[in-house]
């Protein structure tokens, strides 16, 4: 079977499973469908394929890699050699070249401090009002669950719903599902920054251009699952209007800056600890599995990843990877979906010399977004912090604009694959 075949029969099993769950086939809306896949493809068009397409990309790509190079040196200002890999690599050998801790903590402090100067100034509100503008129009759906998923493709899903706070209460299901789905498909500037990090630590600097790509990608295929999983039956209260409520919470341009600045440490810190956590806990897991293994002679023992690559290997087929490299992919995807995605960019990263290049970026689309069982309880308890009295309603469809998160992202890889 070739390529296209394969990502087609892989778009066409996305669609069906998701008309499948739909809790109303029957007020399913073509137009949002059909033009969300249009938008998908077009976007992928424009940016992978056309002279001016190629020319945005290298931009995007040269401008995440130039955050990346300066939040080193703001980084060395601090840590001294300890954020120079040049000198790390001759001391301690080019496999010990990359401090976790050090590096990805100054990019997220960084990517902080320019998203809340960006959004001080405006400029980041009416970008995004500009991307919803072209959705909404086209697929149909409301100002509300437009602008929010827009929104998604720049900053954390925890910070999407703000630009539409006074709407939440009002939102139907169908929006509801929308917004918490678009928070689980796309990825936030800071965190897109440090995969992006990833990719040039090992010789793959496009990443960052495609990762771009993939956030802009997935957010109209966020609002096709949705829309598909949970039809609107109800009159919106935005149908009509595009909300942008975005009252100033900085004083100024510095205060901004030391916001942006002290939220992206927050983060930061955030991230370190729970990659310390999790590494730790997946080496427990590995260290019972291979116990009773040892007792019985195996020669080489099952490990988690293992079997997280035996689950998800169909999976990773039908988005596209060749079977060879199915269990490897599947161990990613099932670690972005246990764990988290900075998992599966790991893993991803570090089997660059093993995965052909159109394996890698499918895998790398797939992998570009929020969705996994962690998200669900981040995103539950900040949309119910603004909402305190819907918080059932987020409870009942986390799980659900999880996998509709998921779906949305191997939508995307799908179509990805269709063009590389």
């Known amino acids: 079977m070739t390529d296209i075949l394969r990502s087609l029969l892989g778009m066409g099993l996305l669609l069906f499973l998701a008309w499948a769950l739909s809790r109303d086939r029957r007020r399913i809306a073509l137009r949002t469908v059909c033009w969300g896949l249009g938008l998908q493809w077009l976007l992928g068009i424009l940016i992978l394929k056309t002279s001016f397409g190629l020319k945005l990309f290298d931009l995007a790509q040269q401008a995440v890699l130039k955050l990346n190079e300066v939040s080193q040196i703001g ?9 120079d890999a040049t000198a790390l690599s001759g001391t301690f050998g080019p496999e010990n070249a990359f401090i976790f801790a050090v590096s990805i903590s100054a990019t997220i402090i960084v990517v902080g401090a320019l998203s809340s100067l960006l959004y001080h100034w405006k400029i980041l509100q009416w970008v995004v009002r500009a991307m919803a503008l072209v959705m909404k129009r086209l697929m149909g759906t ?44 796309t990825i936030a500037g800071g965190m897109l920054a440090v995969y992006a990090q990833f990719g040039s630590n090992v010789g793959f600097p496009d990443l960052a251009g495609h990762l771009v790509t993939a956030s802009l990608m997935s957010a109209p295929a966020a609002l096709v699952i949705a829309k598909i999983l949970i039809p609107e039956t109800e009159q919106s209260q935005s149908a009509a209007d595009m909300p942008l409520d975005t009252p100033r919470q900085t004083a100024n341009s510095i205060d901004a800056i030391c ?18 956590a999790m590494v730790a806990l997946v080496a427990l897991a590995n260290a019972i599995l291979q116990w009773p293994q040892g007792l019985m002679g195996v020669s080489e023992p099952i490990k988690l990843e293992t079997v997280l690559g035996w689950v998800h290997a169909p999976l990773a087929w039908v988005i596209g990877i060749p079977w060879d490299h199915c269990t490897l992919v599947g161990s990613m995807l099932g670690e972005r979906v246990v764990l988290n995605e900075l998992f599966g960019y790991l893993s991803l990263t570090n089997s660059r010399e093993i995965l052909d290049e159109r394996s890698f970026l499918i895998t790398s689309y797939a992998l570009c977004g929020f969705a996994n069982l962690g998200s669900i309880a981040v995103q539950i308890g900040g949309l119910s912090a603004l909402v305190p009295e819907r918080r059932q309603e987020f ?26």
Not at 75 to 83: D, Q, S, V, W
Not at 172 to 178: I, K, W
Not at 395 to 420: D, I, K, N
């Open 75 to 83: 980084a060395a200002m601090i840590f001294g050699p300890l954020a």
């Open 142 to 185: 409301s100002g509300s669950e437009t602008l929010a998923t827009a929104a998604n493709c720049f900053v954390g899903h925890t910070e999407a719903p703000l630009l539409i706070k006074p709407y939440i209460a009002r939102m139907t299901q169908s929006e509801l599902m929308a917004l918490m789905t678009g928070g689980m498909a």
């Open 259 to 276: 916001k942006g600045a002290q939220d992206g440490g927050l983060l930061a810190l955030n991230v370190s600890v729970m990659v310390l």
């Open 395 to 420: 409870a009942r469809m986390g799980f659900w604009s999880m996998v509709a998160g998921l779906m949305a992202c191997y939508l995307t890889a799908t179509m990805v694959g269709l063009l590389v």
